[in-house]
């Protein structure tokens, strides 16, 4: 449920890091490094070790979302000109194709029967949510506004998806039905709110604010009650996922002039940065059994 493509158009609230397509949408950066050769998904332990390349096709691989049972992985690409929705074994074998449109189509999220995948697309003109059949089938249109919404994220019963959009001006955090029905806020900060995560028993709602000047990590109800600050560095912190456990939360962040994975405590101690190199890491989906993380890396 968790949870980073070359830019469409930069707008939105992390148009500061130059990403695609509004808001926090899961897209790799506008501008890779110079230097990068590889853009695709590793697993990596929860330790930071055994750090494994997963995908090897030409093109930019990220956004990757494990299937609920941890057999496959959804993720988006642009090998083929445009950005698509893929699914993949575990293993990285049998890459298949999900969505074909002329538009990008990107940020996966798996329902938790494992029956249906939730994503962006903006092939209707702006960035709206749509879900699917897991084999690509029953495309449908879940929101349908002048503005953008994005970043779904289905609440562990199956019943709601969590989302960014700012249909009220500026984007904050707002739930639906999983048919996309009464569409409701659950943030009203007045700053830009989004990347909602769900917690694994459903109760609570991770996401980031810029409310306090610079794009920290919160926690709130999942009624949108109780909103606390975790994170507390001069650097952007952003994509908050939650381990299946509920204790820790991934989240990637500039706080050490360079994008890296960094997870921390449920309550925001026992910070520590789980990835080092000169590349970018960023986007992080663990796995169901909680063993390993897949990550967004260029190298």
Known sequence: ??????????????????????????????????????????????????????????????????????????????????????????????????????????????????????FNSNRDGNREIYVMNVDGTDQTRLTNNEFDDGLPDWSPDGNSIAFESNRTGNFEVFIMGADGSNPRSVTNSGAVDGSPAWSPDGTEIAFISERDGDFEIYIMKADGTDQTRLTTSTGFDTFPAWSPDGQRIAFDSVRDNDREIYIMGRDGSNLFRLTNHPGIDRFAAWSPDGTRLAIYSEQ
Request: net charge neutral; charged share 20%; proline share 7%.
């Open 1 to 118: 449920m968790r949870k980073s493509v070359t830019v469409v158009r930069v707008v939105g609230i992390l148009a500061a890091l130059v990403l695609i397509a509004g808001g926090c949408s899961r897209e790799p950066e506008a501008n890779p490094a110079p230097q990068a050769r590889i853009q695709d998904i590793f697993y990596v332990n929860p330790d930071g070790t055994n750090l494994v390349r997963t995908t090897r096709e030409n093109g930019v691989d990220s956004s990757p979302a494990w299937s609920p049972d941890g057999t496959r992985v959804a993720f988006n690409t642009n090998r083929d000109g445009n950005y698509e929705i893929y699914v993949m074994n575990a293993n990285g074998s049998n890459q298949q194709r999900l969505t074909n449109t002329r538009f990008d189509n990107y940020s996966p999220d798996w329902s938790p029967d494992g029956r249906k995948i939730a």
